[in-house]
């Protein structure tokens, strides 16, 4: 039960996360770059509510004596399901975007809570939508596919390299518990330094037509990468533990 719910809260947390990103493209056609960014960064920080769930509940399981094998049966499979959603992700973000552009219209009347409300549940009929160029492999730029999978091996994996070594060295498990924040430190000065801001000045940039969409593929690919590498290291430390 327990495990079920690490796994779900996961998922969860880190599809919402990754599909608020489209927020950002949504604002970016809808020509209101400042509120796209804001409603992102707004859903990507509710997501967070999921850590209060995972967290505790693998401390307990680890002094409740969780096993190696458990445990990265827990992470194999959370990685694998994040794997399969991204590339659901990446493949309608012309969907996605669209729902963050009835989105802004809601919210044009409305606090943004009962926008989100109204959004999910009460589904408008529209008919100026913009559509963008579809995912494939022209609009991927190398360099930010790169940094974009050296960010998110660390953001996606630092809890649970974390909790990993805290099983393996029971002794020592409540130091082991904190390099979560080391992992996530080294991802995030990536993300925050160098990515995001490289992604916001190109949708700013009105004169370039496709670099900016050239940017948030490589990052969303870069992230499904990440899953993907990280799902096979876990499965191969499994089979040998």
Not at 161 to 181: G, K
Request: glycine share 4%; with cysteine; net charge positive.
């Amino acid at each position: 039960m327990y495990e079920i719910l690490i796994i779900l809260s996961y998922s969860l947390m880190h599809t919402i996360e990754m599909a608020s990103f489209c927020a950002r493209v949504a604002g970016r056609i809808a020509k209101k770059p400042a509120l796209g960014t804001t409603i992102h960064y707004s859903i990507y920080t509710g997501s967070r509510f999921f850590l209060i769930i995972i967290l505790p509940i693998l401390g307990y399981l680890i002094e409740s004596g969780l096993n190696v094998k458990d445990y990265l049966n827990i992470v194999v499979i959370s990685l694998l399901l994040m794997f399969i959603n991204s590339l659901f992700i990446i493949n309608r973000v012309n969907n996605l975007q669209i729902i963050f552009q009835k989105l802004f219209q809601n919210y044009s009347i409305n606090n943004l809570p009962v926008a989100i409300i109204k959004t999910v549940f009460y589904p408008s009929v529209a008919s100026e939508y913009k559509i963008i160029e579809s995912f494939s492999h022209k609009l991927i730029s190398k360099k930010l596919f790169f940094f974009s999978f050296a960010s998110f091996i660390f953001l996606v994996n630092g809890f649970f390299i974390a909790f990993y070594f805290s099983i393996v060295y029971i002794d020592y498990r409540l130091t082991m518990s904190q390099l979560t924040a080391a992992f996530h430190g080294i991802g995030a000065v990536l993300l925050s330094f160098y990515i995001d801001p490289m992604i916001s000045r190109s949708i700013d940039n009105t004169e370039n037509k496709q670099m900016w969409l050239k940017n948030i593929y490589s990052l969303l690919l870069g992230r499904m990468a990440a899953y993907f590498v990280s799902f096979i290291f876990f499965l191969v430390l499994h089979n040998f533990s």
